[in-house]
């Protein structure tokens, strides 16, 4: 599973941050602890490392727009992982279609199962 690199909370009243540099590029190798990025808050601006080695993929967190503290800002895939695009919208993995699946635009409704409640051990 891909490593999520979040905007991390680097002062006490943080609710958000800026990217204001990526010093990694989309598909870069990064090595754990390389620089990726620079954030700024009110009060200070800090270097952020790589939480693991391999590629850079998926970096949905823009320079210069307010974003979440905790917030995924890319994924680092390691070597032996299948790249999965990210949905920038919903920031979730997003499997690709295969053959046999419906196509993109077909819609399915469905309704939930109703529940059946488990027997219970009689005493």
């Known amino acids: 599973m891909p490593t999520e690199v979040i905007l991390p909370k680097v002062d006490m009243d943080m609710a958000t941050g800026q990217i204001s540099r990526w010093f990694a590029e989309e598909g870069a190798r990064v090595k754990k602890g390389d620089v990726l990025f620079e954030i700024e808050t009110d009060k200070a601006a800090m270097e952020i490392d790589a939480p693991a080695s391999g590629t850079l993929r998926n970096v949905t967190g823009k320079e210069r727009v307010d974003i979440p503290v905790g917030e995924p800002v890319a994924w680092i895939y390691a070597d032996d992982e299948v790249y999965a695009p990210i949905s920038p919208l919903e920031g979730k993995m997003s499997a690709k279609p295969t053959e ?15 529940a059946t409640p488990p027997d219970r051990p009689s005493a």
């Open 100 to 114: 046999g699946v419906a196509s993109e635009g077909t819609a399915h409704k469905s309704s939930p199962a109703e």
